[in-house]
């Protein structure tokens, strides 16, 4: 748990240092589009410890899910919002509302719960179908990603960011599914490109989500995507289960945590940073 908790921190906080950066180079000028923004600030220190704090958090990530059960991973990771809101307030100077303040203590409620209920990480390995089917649901998560530019409307948003959070959730799954690190097993378990598609896709859907939608919108859909369906997974396939008696404290705790990290949905996208339409 205290992995999943420091990716999560890893991953909220790499989303305000990026934003710094990305305000700073915004604040250069200079000639071109996006690709010119980006260049200008991969040369900022904040930008690079962003990146650098999003590896660390993927590294716990990978080593939370080995460890505890899906369902309290999925959760602690939906609080990076929280994160992301906190040090937003301090390095961004945003406000936060009291609701938002109400909803990072909601989100720490419901992890603490899920701390004291989770028990160790399932230990069946599930349907020999099961990595197969997670290549094809990352498949058509990576379709929807390159098809998300024709789409429009009010729903497109909520549309892609629950593709992305799909896709992450494939990711969580998949690392869970990856039986051998030895490069030939990993060159021929299907679990090993479900994770690499999955993750890509995840990557491209909620860009797009974010560039010409609701940062709320698409960030709700996104926590529930990767939040409630690998929950299931580990839970009806992999053995997840929680300590004796406490399952009723797991499924609060879940819930809680999950609802907080909704409330705090426009954080989705750091602040200040422009582009999306961050009301909702």
């Known amino acids: ?13 790499a989303t305000v240092l990026q934003a710094v950066a990305a305000r700073a180079a915004g604040a250069e000028g200079g000639a071109g589009g996006e690709a010119a923004l980006l260049l200008r600030a991969v040369r900022q220190w904040r930008y690079v410890a962003g990146l650098a704090l999003d590896g660390l958090g993927f590294l716990l990530q990978i080593v939370a899910l080995r460890s ?4 309290a991973v999925a959760a602690a990771l939906a609080s990076s919002l929280a994160v992301t809101g906190v040090v937003a307030a301090r390095l961004l100077e945003v406000r936060l509302t009291g609701t938002e303040w109400g909803a990072v203590g909601v989100v720490c409620a419901g992890l603490a719960m899920l701390g004291l209920a ?3 990480e399932g230990d069946r390995e599930g349907p020999a179908a ?14 929807l990603g390159l098809s998300g530019g024709r789409w429009s409307g009010r729903g497109r948003a909520l549309v892609l960011g629950s593709g992305a959070g799909v896709g992450f959730g494939v990711v969580e799954v998949s690392v869970r599914l990856i039986d051998s690190l030895v490069p030939s097993e990993l060159l021929t378990d299907a679990a090993t490109y479900a994770l690499l598609i999955g993750g890509g896709a995840a990557f491209l859907l909620l860009t797009s989500a974010l560039q010409r939608g609701s940062v709320t919108t698409a960030t709700a859909g996104m926590v529930i995507g990767e939040t409630i369906g690998p929950a299931l997974v580990g839970v009806i396939w992999l053995g997840d289960r929680t300590r004796e008696g406490l399952a009723w404290l797991a499924v609060a705790g879940f819930a809680i945590a999950v609802a907080g990290a909704l409330a705090l949905a426009r954080f989705g996208e750091a602040p200040g940073t422009g582009g999306a339409d961050t009301t909702g």
């Open 68 to 71: 505890i059960p899906i369902y």
């Open 130 to 143: 099961l990595p197969y089917v997670m290549l094809a649901i990352a498949v058509v998560v990576l379709l």
């Open 118 to 120: 989770s028990g160790a």
């Open 1 to 13: 748990m205290v992995c999943a908790l420091g990716a999560a921190v890893c991953f909220g906080t």
